[in-house]
Every structure is written in C-alpha cells, then in structure tokens.
C-alpha cells in the first residue's frame, strides 16, 4: 500500500475489555493496536512505532492506583520520546493527569469517555506530531546548507538564500530591503562570509543608533586634534574594514549632508579623516540595508537618488517572518533547541496551543521578536513543553496582558460581568453584590465599555 494511503497508528493501552471494544469501533479510520498491560504495550511499541497511545493510568497490577500506569508512561516516552501520549484519569484523578503532563505526556481525558472529545484530541495529537516531525526534517535540511545559522523552510526565503549565494562572489554593493528583525545582518554577514572577501573584516556599523553629529568621525575617523576630545588619531569604520565588506545598517537615517562624503568615497575610494588632509585608498564591499521606502525619501528630497544607485546595483526584498510559510514554527523550535541546550533545560518541545498562537501571531518583530520570545518561554516555562502563557500569547497569537494596570482592569471586567450575570442583569442588585453604590457601577460599566 503507497504510504499515503496506509492508515495511521494508534496504540490503545486499557486493561478493561469493554473499553477496549469501544475504542477499536471509534478510531476505525487508524489502524488501532490495543494493549492491556505495560508489557503488551512496550512490545507494540517497539515493533509498530505507533504516532499516538492513549494510556489508562490504572492498569494491573495496580488498577486502582496509577503506579502502573505512571511507570508505562515513563517507559513509553523513553522509547519513543516523539510519540504523543494521551492519558485517561478517572474522576477526580485531575492531579494525576497534571502531573502525567508534567512527565511529558501530550494531554488527558477524563472518563468516562466521550467519544468526540477524545476523537478530537486524537487527531490533534497526530496532526502536533506530524508537524513536529516535519520541522525537525526541515530544520535538519537547512541546518546543513551553505548559509550558516539562517534557519527557513519557506519557498520565499529560499529564494532569498539562493539569491545571496549567487551575488556574493560578485564584488557588487547589495541593498538589504526589509522590516527590522528580519535578518538583514545575518544576510549581510551571509555575503561576506560567501565572498572572496571572508577571511577579512565584517564591519557592521547602525546608522540610525548613532547621533548625527559622531556619525561622520565613526565612518571617517578622525586625527589628533580635528576637535576638541580628539585626543589621539582614530580610525573609522570605513578603513577598519579594509579588504572586507562594510555593512550600513539603516541607510535611510543617514543625514543628508554626510550622503554627499558618502557618495564621493563609493565614487573614488578614498577617504579623508576629519582634520586630516591625505586622501587614503580603502578597499571595501558595501553591503547596505534599510527597513524604509528609499525610494519615497529619494521623493521627498531626503535620500540622494545617486547614492541610492551606487548602494543598490543589487536589491533583495527580505520577506517578513509571517510571510514565510512555516517558518515560525520552524525557526521557533530552532530557537527552542538551542536556547534549551544553552540553560540546560530538558524541554521536549511546544504544547499545541503554543503552535496555534506562533502560527497566528503576527510577528511585527520578526526573527528577533521570536528569539526573544522563546528565550524567555525556556527560562519561564515549569511544565516539560513550552506553552502559549510561557510565550507571552494567547492561543488566538495575541500578545497576553502583562501589565498590572491591565491584570486589575480585566480582573474589574470580570466582576462586573458576574455580578450582572448573578443578578440577572438587574444594576441595584449587581452593585449590592460588589458592595458599591449603583452610580459607581454604572460608571464602571461605561470605563469598561460593558453593554447590558
Ligand atoms: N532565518 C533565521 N534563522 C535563524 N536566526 C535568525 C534568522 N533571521 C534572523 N535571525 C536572528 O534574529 C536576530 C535578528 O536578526 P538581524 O539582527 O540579522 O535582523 P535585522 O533585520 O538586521 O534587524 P534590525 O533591522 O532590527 O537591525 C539575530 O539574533 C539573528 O541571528
């Protein structure tokens, strides 16, 4: 049978009979193997490597308990760590499923069984463990491509990666175009490290993080006594990358002035440092980027056009992070395994419901916005997957409330709204139930914007 159509494998560890039968007629779209001991379990396991298991966690010897179960449960994960493990507890057994998810099991269900309930977080579950997979192969793939530590799987981003293997040999100036945090730099470096020129100095300097006045001194350099302060000769970023690649990061925040010194050093390559009177050669690659419209600021008299056409004989258009089809998830697991081996955690990935808000998440901030993001969730997180909360998002990808001021507002919200709620909308009696005055809920009704 072509692996496409070979049904998926479900492993169904249940010591009661009945329950067995039950499950078998539930999940006829997989091939579903059932066992009823720890034993049982572990053999088919080990030859059929299913996807997904649900586990009872009272099994025998210990029927009542959950030892048998807990101890199945660590032995599967050891076995199979990628497998996604549902346990069932039973009535107010819910410690015991959170500590179960705590070991690394995927999620639980209670009993009795409902079987649309647990039809849903079966196919959930290998749907997660399906796209798991995927980003591991993904990730691998590109891990060992030419462009170190640009991690993508998108057809966009390829296309980009493609494009700078192909322009870096060229000793052509390249103009990154895209938003902040999309990875200009790692490309700028990406072109360097390409180019015939690695080997030689990568000299990054931002533009736009620097005030006007020191701009030029820090490209030019300077000599003894140009000005006040400038106590000793020293070079500028221009001469410090000599036979390297000069990467401007902000182009567009250059002042207009210092464009024109700009200009004439790409035209001649020389320099002149400020208070010197030596025209000195530098030979340097000028990589450029910008997250701006130069072509607007080219419009409005703010960018030269000719500079603009000295720094863009190539342009590549950085596509933003949710542009890139998978690749949030993606580089988020990226960041997840190396942030993970660099704090020491033993995390064994993300919960679903962080997936669902990196996928919908816009990203504004890019690649650095979710670096920084799973830097954080893998010092926060206390359970053995990252989840949403451990984020900073809901499962809807928008960004929780953090700060005090909004926790006490929605806690307000809240109260209002249950109080309502318990006096079936009537506001004298609401207002009693919070012990303020009717006024004042009315007032607060307005402040939170609640309809009656
Ligand atoms: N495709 C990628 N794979 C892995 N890491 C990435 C990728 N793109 C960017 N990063 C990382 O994200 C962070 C931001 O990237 P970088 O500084 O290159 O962005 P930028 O576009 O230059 O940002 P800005 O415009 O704000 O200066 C860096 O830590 C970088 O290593």
Known sequence: MPEAMQKQKLLIVEDDVGLQRQYRWNFETYEVFVAGTRAEALEILRAEMPKVVTLDLGLPPDPDGTSEGFATLEEILRLTPDAKVIVASGHGARESALRAIAIGAYDFYQKPVDADELGFIVRRAFHVQALEAENRVLADQRQSASLKGIITGSQQMMKVCEMIERVAPADV????LGASGTGKELLARAVHDLSPRRGKSFVAINCAAIPENLLESEL???EK???T??????LGKIEMAEGGTLFLDEIGDIPFPLQVKLLRFLQERVIERIGGRREIPVDVRIVCATHQDLERLITENRFREDLFYRLSEITIDIPALKERDGDPTLVAQHFLNKFSQEHTRNLKGFSADALTAITAHAWPGNVR????KVKRAVIMAEGTRVTAIDLGLDKFGEPVILNLKQVREEA???ALKNALASADGNISQAAKLLGI????????????????
């Open 173 to 176: 100036a390249v103009m990154l």
């Open 220 to 222: 030019f350099g300077y």
């Open 225 to 227: 006594g140009a000005f």
């Open 229 to 234: 302060g400038a106590i000793k000769q020293t």
């Open 369 to 372: 916005e979710l670096e920084n």
């Open 412 to 414: 307000d919200r809240r």
């Open 437 to 452: 005055s009717r006024p004042t809920f009315y007032d607060l009704l307005k402040q939170h914007n609640i309809q009656i």
